[in-house]
Each structure stands twice: as structure tokens, then as C-alpha cells.
């Protein structure tokens, strides 16, 4: 590759001597106007020596003299004639790069003219190539002129839609190579917009906002001889208004052959300004206010004015509003004719132009429902070039009042209730009768029912809608009779067109109130559709009965007393409802803990006789309680194998349940009963619990030894004869959370920690159970208790289950010790500082004894070589 770079600059340093030196100027001749300046650009190429070049520029006149112009290597260079110019600063060379220049002549004169060379002295190591380069310069007399006409420079007003041409004239001398361009602007403020111009090449370029009106032929630039030069302007808009400027200018082509313009003057023609015709559109509505009875003929007239009247087309729409303001958002639109004067109406309503500034509208057989605020809008389409449209102006007339009268029909409207309830859950009966009727031929009667709560003279009072029937025969419920409607609960009839129905099936006792229905009249119109003309609303009929709340009285029975371990127990419950109809009951057996005081749950039986176990959870006699139903008011419980355990005050809760519409059960009212007591003549010995710590506040890591200590007091009795169910818990200060137990078989049951720590319970004595909690942390804090359930064992081998017993409890308490929570981390920490430093100190010495010892014999063989030497 290295080899291929070298080849490759030899061949391009052959290349460029055999080329040699190349100096450029621009192709001419160029053609300038007197006054105006010329820079001319000079490069050299393929040269040798510096990279900065000199560059002389010499004159050569049409007589044939030669001047020294400037230079950039001699300042004396400079022929006398120029020096001056060139001092000045009017005629000067600059550089543009180190091999590039530029002469610039300002305000060029007529003896300008000739051809300038362009010089580069050889800095080349042999003469090879060109060493300057020539181009023609002409300087023309400045003889572009443009004017506008006296008689169209002054300012003109024209109305929106109309036409206007201006003039301007623009001419130059024939000179070879030049061409005349004439351009149109307008100019708004101080922003110009190019309109049309007449190019060099003579062909016509409109400008971007203008060039679909061009094609159109709304804009034209006409050449009317000698020099003139016209701009038609058709159907004049709003955006034509500003000053317009005719624009000449003088150009000729550079070296690529694209023309430059070289000269440009210009001059106002005139300021156009264009009146809209929105201002001046007048809208009116002929007649004034009108009384016309119903199924006359309503006519109305639009009349409008406006400038330009001719060339603009109007389109016309005729709405009525219920209020006297022209609102197109409330109002209804009648006919429609657009500015084609096609009309868009129905047979009744019509619209025609009677003139070209006048339309009328025809309203046959109107209606009462007709009567309003009749206005019409009208909007004016200007026309465009190419055939299109533009809205110009839109207004809407001032509305003038039409009544229209008929005869409303009357007729009074009587409430009557045929069937009401004496009981929650009756049937009621409404009956709402049309009486009277006058002027209703046609007429469609409908109703609505309403309901009104009682409330008090000083509150306001509120209606609710039960239902209705609308124009259509439609039924619709109100929100809060939705569900009673839709499940046919509340009923609507029609006996006859002048008698409508209203049936409760199953009163409920919100259903007391006031009721009123109001009876509406619908007249239809052309259109078939209905329109109420008239509402009459009954009188106020309450609907209400006595009402006593209902009551539930319980009265429990045993039937079988209690007076030892093992006998059988039975309960009845007596139940006497009072204002309940069709009652149904459910059951729940409770019982009170005679020490605790704490209510317990045995079973329940629901209102369909489904029974169930609630808090009788003893697995082993599931089947000892029964709960019988044994008449529609009556209930039994019964309890076999009694232990002392169910000690205690047994009584039972009842619910009463009554159906509501649709067979819905719902909670009438509940009662409990009076208590029976279960007791035993002889329930054995005492018992006492009570709690040893060794401590109560420990640190976390330790382990806490909590002994459950159980006392008999009483009669006596072996160790075989008593055994024990013993259950610990903790308490904190939001839950109880069990932890360990040992039924009276010694079976353990332990619960997961959940992050605590474990804990064990052993039997250390036969009375004597010790819970211990291994690896405390603080999660462990809280109060601790020991319940023990004793078990006898009755003469005849039984084993009699006794009441539980709960000791009081021990508040364990774990502190956190900074010591003892930093004695490990820090005695880790310093013995693995010191393991690393030996380990460190053992690594140096290895590499100072082994590794280190031939190159320091080296050095000192070295050394002494280099002493012997001295020697020498």
C-alpha cells in the first residue's frame, strides 16, 4: 500500500508539469451600466513555489493604449491615471484565497471599457502553461427607463368584484446582449408580493399566490405598443387592496448562459383600494308581526341591498325560534334555496324570488306549534375566475313575531282509589278519570302518576315520577320505579280513552304518601308527529294505614334438666310474633360462659330450615347437639353426653323474616329469649393456673423459659384420674397469636413463626409445663397466657371435660444490646485485619529473599568492574 502512494504522487507531480500553470478569468464580454459596479474574479492553478500568488492587472483599451491598473506584489505599479481611483479605494484588488483574486471598480465609467488582463509572475521551476488570461469588459449608458401614465398614477376605489387595469411604460437602448424585463408588485405595508412579470426570455411568470388566477385569466399583463405595458385585474377581492409598482429591469447573460440582471428601477402607478360588500348587505323581513289562525297560509318576504348588487348571487334559508333573538342554535330550520335559486323545502313550506334583491316564503295550513320568531340569513357569492364561488358577505335579518291561534281542548281530570290497603304487602287501586272534555276531536289523551312524600309545612315539597304514558303509548318508569315496573310489581292500564288505571300489587310502607296523576292532550301534526297542547293535573288523594311495629317474643323451656356429667339436655323455644304476615323464622342457639361472661355460638337454623354448626367445633362430638323444628313457632335443642364444660346459661335468638313483592325475604324484626341454666351437683376439684419466668426481659439471641404451673384444690384425686389440655398464646397490642399445645395425650401442635423465633413446650411435672422460646428477637415481645382445659375421669371410666382455665398473663420484654450486637462483628473484623497483614508481611519477605537476590549480585559484580577500570 505504501509503495502504491508513492506511484500515485510521482504520476500526479508528472502530471501537473506537464499541464503547468493555468490562470482563469470569467468569459465575456461583460456588460455593465455606467454608475453601477463589477467585480471580477482571477485564479491560478497548477503552479509551482509559494501557495500565495501574486496577481497584476492591466487595461487595454478600444484605442489601443495599455494601462497598468493595480497589482498585489507592487504598489508602484499603478498607472498615474488610476492612482487616484485606486487610493481611493474605488478600483482594488482582494484576495479571496492565496491563489484567488477579485478587482472590483466601483461606479464604472463609459472609459472603463476594454479588456483586462490578468497577470501572475512565474514563481514555476521551467515556463510551462499560460500566465494570464483576458476578458472584455462594456460599459453601457444607463437608458432603462419606467413611468407610470398621469392619468393612472392617482389612487382609485373600486368595489369588491369589480375590475381595474393599470398602466406603465418601460423602455430601454438597443444595446447587443441586453434584454428588458417589466415586472407588476403590490405592495401592503412594507411587504412587496410579485403579481405578474414579462421575463427576459419573453415569456410570463405569475406569482405563487397569483398563479391560479393567472391561469384562470382574473390577472393579465397586456403589451399595448411603444412601450406600454398593462395589468388587468377582473373581479377585484378584498386582498387586491395596496400599491402597485411597475418594475423594469435591464438583463444580460453570464458565462453559463443564465441571464442577470445587471439594472432595476421602479415607480408607484397607483394605490387601489376595494370596498367590501359585506358592509353594505342589508337584511330585512317584510310585514312586521302577523296573527293568522291555524291551517291559514303565512306569507313573509327577504328583501336585500347591497353594493355590486349585480355581480353577486344570494342563497337564502328561513328558520323560526320559540325566543325573539335571530339563534340559529335553537331554531328550526324551515327552507333552503341556494344562490342557483334551488330550493330545498317540503309542500308546505316553499321559497321563490319575486326579484333579484327580493324572495318570498309560503307557509301553508301552519299549526299552533308553527307560532315563533321568523328570521332569515342570507349569504353573498362573488364570482371567481375559472368558474368557482367565494362567500363575500352573510347576515341574518331581524325576526318578526307570528302567532298562530286555535281552539286548545279542556276537559278536568278526577282521582279516585277503587281498592287501598289496609295492611303493608295489600294491593292498592288508583283510577284517574277524564271528565268535561271540550274542543279535543283529534286529541290523544295520555297520563302520568305521581307520588309525593309527607313532609312538613315549612320544607319544600317534591314529586316523584312513577310512570308515564307518552304520545306514543310508551311506557316509562321513573328512576325509582324502574325495578318495580320492569318486575310488573307496579301496574298502568287503559280502561277507555278517557279512564286510566294505576295498580300497586304489593304495597310497601314507603308507599304511604299523597298521589296525583296528570292527564296530557296531544294534537298531531302535518307531519304526523304529536305535540302536547294541553295538562291538567288531578287533585292530591293520600294513601295510608295504621301501622304498629312488628314485635317478637321468645320463651325458652328445658325439658330435660342437667345434674351430672353425661345426662342429656333439651331446650324448647316458644315463639309469638305479633304484626307479621306470613312470617318465617330462623334460630340461633347461643350459650354464656358462667366465669368468662362470653357469649359462644352452638348451631342455627336459617328461616328454610337449614341447619347449621357455628362455633361447636369439638370433633369428637359433632353429633351431640340437635336443633329440631318442631312446629311452624316452636323449636327444640338438644345436647347428649353433657360434659362440665358445657356449663353454663343457654337461651336462643330469633330473626323474623316476611316476603315482600316478588317473594324477596327481608328481616322484619328479632327477639331472644330468656336463659336456662346448665349446672352440675358435683363438678370436682378446683383448679388454678398461674405463670414462673426465670426472666422477663431478656436480649435478643438468649432463650426464655416460661413454666405453666397447674394447682388442685378440692377433692382429691390421682394423677391417672385428671389430665390436661394446655394451649399458650402471646398477646401484642393489635392480635393474639397461638403458639404451641399439648392436648391431654401429650400431642404437640405448633404453628409456623413466621420469622419469630422457635419455641418448644415440655411436661416437667405432672402439673408443671414449660414453654421455652429459643433465639429471641424483638418480634417475640408481648404478654404471654397458659388456658389449661382439665379432664376427669368419672367413676364409670368416662373422661368429663371441665371449663378452661386461663392464667394471668407475663409481659416478656427484649431489649436490644449495643454490646452484645457489635462483640462478634468486631472480633471478626480485627482477626481478619491481622490474618491479612501476616499474610502480607509473608509475601515481602519471600519476594526480597528469592526473587531479589541474583539481580543485586549482578549489580555488585558490576560495580566492581567498574572500579577496576578506573583503576586502569
Not at 355 to 375: H, I, P, Q
Not at 439 to 464: C, E, F, I, Q
Amino acid at each position: 500500500m505504501e509503495h502504491f502512494f508513492d506511484s500515485f504522487f510521482v504520476l500526479s507531480t508528472i502530471f501537473a508539469l506537464c499541464l503547468g500553470r493555468i490562470v482563469k478569468v470569467p468569459a465575456g464580454p461583460l456588460i455593465r451600466v455606467e454608475g453601477r459596479d463589477i467585480v471580477i474574479p482571477c485564479n491560478v492553478s497548477h503552479f509551482d513555489g509559494p501557495p500565495e500568488q501574486d496577481f497584476d492587472w492591466e487595461l487595454t483599451q478600444d484605442s489601443g493604449s495599455k494601462m497598468q491598473v493595480v497589482s498585489t506584489l507592487d504598489s508602484s505599479f499603478t498607472d498615474k491615471s488610476y492612482e487616484g481611483r485606486v487610493n481611493s479605494g474605488e478600483i482594488a484588488v482582494e484576495r479571496t484565497s492565496a491563489s484567488s483574486v477579485v478587482l472590483k471598480i466601483k461606479h464604472v465609467k463609459l472609459t472603463d471599457s476594454g479588456k483586462y488582463k490578468c497577470l501572475t509572475p512565474s514563481t514555476d521551476a521551467s515556463i510551462s502553461g499560460n500566465y494570464d488570461a483576458e476578458v472584455e469588459l462594456r460599459v453601457i449608458s444607463d437608458s432603462l427607463k419606467v413611468a407610470a401614465p398621469q392619468s393612472r398614477s392617482k389612487t382609485g376605489s373600486i368595489t369588491e368584484g369589480s375590475s381595474f387595469d393599470l398602466r406603465c411604460t418601460a423602455s430601454q437602448d438597443s444595446v447587443e446582449g441586453t434584454r428588458l424585463s417589466v415586472t407588476w408588485e403590490v405592495r401592503r405595508g412594507a411587504a412587496s408580493e410579485k403579481i405578474l412579470s414579462l421575463n427576459p426570455d419573453g415569456g410570463v411568470m405569475a406569482g405563487s399566490d397569483y398563479s391560479q388566477r393567472y391561469q384562470a385569466g382574473g390577472v393579465r399583463l397586456e403589451l399595448l405598443g411603444n412601450g406600454v405595458y398593462r395589468l388587468v385585474v377582473s373581479q377585484a377581492l378584498p386582498t387586491d387592496e395596496g400599491t402597485y409598482v411597475c418594475v423594469a429591469g435591464q438583463w444580460v447573460k453570464d458565462e453559463s448562459g443564465a441571464w442577470k440582471n445587471i439594472l432595476e428601477k421602479s415607480t408607484d402607478v397607483g394605490e387601489v383600494k376595494v370596498t367590501p360588500i359585506a358592509p353594505s348587505l342589508m337584511v330585512s323581513v317584510g310585514g312586521g308581526n302577523v296573527t293568522l289562525n291555524a291551517d291559514s297560509t303565512l306569507e313573509l318576504t327577504c328583501t336585500v341591498a347591497t353594493a355590486n348588487s349585480d355581480a353577486i348571487r344570494m342563497e337564502v334559508t328561513w328558520y323560526v325560534s320559540p325566543t325573539p333573538g335571530a339563534d340559529q342554535g335553537s331554531s328550526r330550520l324551515l327552507v333552503h334555496m341556494d344562490r342557483d335559486s334551488v330550493v330545498n323545502g317540503s309542500d308546505a313550506v316553499t321559497v321563490s324570488r319575486v326579484s333579484a334583491d327580493t324572495t318570498r316564503l309560503v307557509f301553508r295550513e301552519v299549526e299552533k306549534t308553527d307560532t315563533g320568531y321568523y328570521f332569515c340569513k342570507v349569504v353573498g357569492w362573488m364570482p371567481q375566475s375559472g368558474g368557482t364561488w367565494y362567500k363575500a358577505a352573510e347576515k341574518t335579518s331581524t325576526s318578526v313575531r307570528v302567532t298562530v291561534t286555535s281552539l286548545e281542548p279542556t276537559y278536568s281530570v278526577l282521582l279516585s282509589a277503587p281498592t287501598t290497603p289496609h295492611f303493608s304487602d295489600d294491593p292498592t287501586e288508583l283510577e284517574c278519570k277524564v271528565t268535561d272534555v271540550q274542543n279535543a276531536n283529534g286529541t290523544r289523551m295520555t297520563v302520568s302518576w305521581h307520588y309525593r312524600k309527607p313532609t312538613p309545612a315549612d320544607l319544600p315539597v317534591s314529586d316523584d315520577l312513577i310512570a308515564t304514558m307518552d304520545q306514543n303509548w310508551d311506557l316509562q318508569a321513573g328512576e325509582k320505579y324502574k325495578e318495580r315496573v320492569g318486575k310488573g310489581h307496579i301496574v298502568l292500564t287503559k280502561l277507555d280513552p278517557a279512564v286510566f288505571k294505576l295498580q300497586v300489587l304489593h304495597t310497601r310502607d314507603t308507599d304511604r304518601g299523597e298521589y296525583f296523576c296528570t292527564v296530557s292532550a296531544w294534537a298531531q301534526t302535518k307531519d304526523h308527529s304529536w305535540v302536547k297542547t294541553n295538562d291538567v293535573s288531578s287533585t292530591i288523594l293520600p294513601v295510608s294505614w295504621e301501622q304498629e311495629d312488628p314485635s317478637l317474643t321468645v320463651v325458652a323451656t328445658p325439658l330435660k334438666a342437667v345434674f351430672s356429667g353425661g345426662d342429656p339436655f333439651e331446650m324448647a323455644c316458644k315463639v309469638t310474633g305479633k304484626k307479621l304476615k306470613n312470617p318465617k323464622y330462623s334460630v340461633l342457639i347461643n350459650v354464656e360462659e358462667p366465669s368468662s361472661r362470653k357469649i359462644r355460638k352452638i348451631m342455627s337454623m336459617s328461616q328454610d330450615s337449614v341447619t347449621r354448626l357455628e362455633e361447636w367445633n369439638e370433633k369428637d362430638r359433632l353429633d351431640n347437639v340437635v336443633l329440631e323444628k318442631s312446629s311452624a313457632d316452636e323449636f327444640r335443642f338438644r345436647m347428649y353426653l353433657t360434659q362440665i364444660s358445657d356449663a353454663g346459661y343457654y337461651y336462643c335468638e330469633v330473626t323474623a323474616w316476611t316476603p315482600d313483592a316478588g317473594n324477596t325475604w327481608s328481616e322484619a324484626t328479632r327477639g331472644i329469649s330468656n336463659k336456662v341454666k346448665i349446672d352440675f351437683e358435683n363438678t370436682g376439684p378446683a383448679f388454678n393456673v398461674s405463670l414462673h419466668s426465670d426472666k422477663l426481659t431478656v436480649y435478643p439471641g438468649q432463650t426464655v423459659k416460661i413454666e405453666c404451673v397447674i394447682t388442685v384444690q378440692g377433692a382429691a384425686a390421682g394423677t391417672d384420674d385428671i389430665s390436661y389440655d394446655v394451649k399458650w398464646s402471646v398477646s401484642t397490642e393489635d392480635k393474639s397469636v397461638f403458639l404451641v399445645s399439648m392436648d391431654r395425650w401429650g400431642v404437640r401442635t405448633l404453628t409456623p413463626r413466621n420469622g419469630t423465633s422457635d419455641c418448644s413446650l415440655e411436661r416437667i411435672k405432672p402439673r408443671t409445663y414449660r414453654l421455652s422460646i429459643h433465639n429471641t428477637k424483638d418480634t417475640d415481645r408481648g404478654s404471654y397466657h397458659c388456658s389449661v382445659t382439665p379432664w376427669l375421669k368419672t367413676s364409670d371410666g368416662a373422661w368429663q371435660k371441665s371449663l378452661e382455665i386461663q392464667s394471668e398473663p407475663v409481659h416478656l420484654k427484649v431489649d436490644f444490646a449495643m454490646l452484645e450486637s457489635l462483640k462478634y462483628p468486631l472480633l471478626f473484623g480485627a482477626t481478619a485485619a491481622l490474618c491479612v497483614g501476616l499474610l502480607a508481611m509473608l509475601i515481602g519477605y519471600i519476594g526480597a529473599r528469592f526473587c531479589c537476590k541474583n539481580a543485586l549480585q549482578d549489580d555488585m559484580r558490576g560495580n566492581r568492574r567498574l572500579v577496576s577500570m578506573e583503576m586502569d
